[in-house]
């Protein structure tokens, strides 16, 4: 029995509220949710020049057709290593068995900063649809800052949808991001190294990953080890 006299789709909803998250470029549309991010400098740019990877090599390894940068190295890599980026998740609960069934779920769950969509559409059967995402925050973004962005937007996105159905969105959870500086003394050492070793100068990767531990290994282990040496725990 279709409900769609009566009511507007629920899921109809979540995907026309996920489709105003990202472009088909990969640009996230959430106004303001890039004005945070650390300025990329002269010197970092020219670093990706120098970075011996074959962008058609990892054309051919993910199985793409095309890059959405082409065949820009610089843009691709930066796109991957430096600048935030928004990933839809699936949709959680919908029919996605063989056939064609036309049923209507009764509960829809779509999935580092996380995020949740939901769209409620009939009090009387209870129907909800959930959408997840996420976006990989870089320096000097926050989550609170990008939590405010996003759902400011999603609030505003949904007003102009006009839909009789109710939504709500949140954020489940958030991590800071982490970067280290290359010119420490440990990276230079190495650089030292490998070139002695390898008779080549190594070329430095800054890989995006969804955890939080690096954050909080780089702000909290120099505090511990301040603590232990205060209780003589280490050696000066």
Same mark, same amino acid.
């Given at each position: 029995?279709?409900?769609?006299?009566?009511?507007?789709?629920?899921?109809?909803?979540?995907?026309? @509220?996920?489709?105003?998250?990202?472009?088909?470029?990969?640009?996230?549309?959430?106004?303001?949710?890039?004005?945070?991010?650390?300025?990329?400098?002269?010197? &970092?740019?020219?670093?990706?020049?120098?970075?011996?990877?074959?962008?058609?090599?990892?054309?051919?390894?993910?199985?793409?057709?095309?890059?959405?940068?082409?065949?820009?190295?610089?843009?691709?890599?930066?796109?991957?290593?430096?600048?935030?980026?928004?990933?839809?998740?699936?949709? &959680?609960?919908?029919?996605?068995?063989?056939?064609?069934?036309?049923?209507?779920?009764?509960? !829809?769950?779509?999935?580092?900063?996380?995020?949740?969509?939901?769209?409620?559409?009939?009090? @009387?059967?209870?129907?909800?649809?959930?959408?997840?995402?996420?976006?990989?925050?870089?320096?000097?973004?926050?989550?609170?800052? !990008?939590?405010?962005?996003?759902?400011?937007?999603?609030?505003?996105?949904?007003?102009?949808?006009?839909?009789?159905?109710?939504?709500?969105?949140?954020?489940?959870?958030?991590?800071?991001?982490?970067?280290?500086?290359?010119?420490?003394?440990?990276?230079?050492?190495?650089?030292?190294?490998?070139?002695?070793?390898?008779? !080549?100068?190594?070329?430095?990767?800054? &890989?995006?990953?969804?955890?939080?531990?690096?954050?909080?290994?780089?702000?909290?282990?120099?505090?511990?080890?301040?603590?232990?040496?205060?209780?003589?725990?280490?050696?000066?």
């Amino acid at each position: 029995m279709g409900f769609s006299f009566f009511f507007l789709s629920g899921m109809a909803d979540l995907i026309a @509220m996920m489709n105003t998250l990202v472009d088909k470029d990969g640009k996230i549309l959430v106004e303001g949710i890039s004005d945070s991010v650390a300025p990329v400098t002269k010197e &970092e740019l020219d670093s990706y020049k120098d970075i011996e990877w074959d962008v058609e090599d990892f054309r051919k390894d993910v199985g793409a057709s095309k890059l959405i940068h082409g065949t820009d190295k610089v843009k691709t890599l930066m796109a991957r290593w430096r600048f935030p980026s928004l990933s839809l998740h699936g949709i &959680e609960g919908a029919f996605a068995e063989p056939g064609g069934k036309t049923v209507i779920p009764r509960k !829809v769950i779509g999935e580092d900063t996380q995020f949740m969509l939901v769209t409620h559409f009939s009090p @009387m059967f209870s129907y909800y649809y959930i959408g997840k995402f996420s976006i990989r925050i870089v320096p000097n973004m926050t989550p609170a800052e !990008v939590e405010k962005k996003v759902v400011a937007y999603v609030k505003k996105k949904w007003a102009e949808r006009g839909s009789t159905n109710t939504m709500k969105v949140s954020m489940t959870h958030g991590g800071r991001p982490w970067v280290s500086d290359v010119n420490h003394p440990n990276y230079q050492a190495g650089k030292v190294a490998t070139k002695l070793v390898y008779g !080549v100068d190594p070329d430095l990767t800054r &890989e995006g990953e969804h955890c939080y531990c690096h954050y909080l290994a780089a702000t909290y282990l120099p505090l511990l080890k301040t603590v232990l040496k205060a209780s003589s725990l280490l050696p000066p």
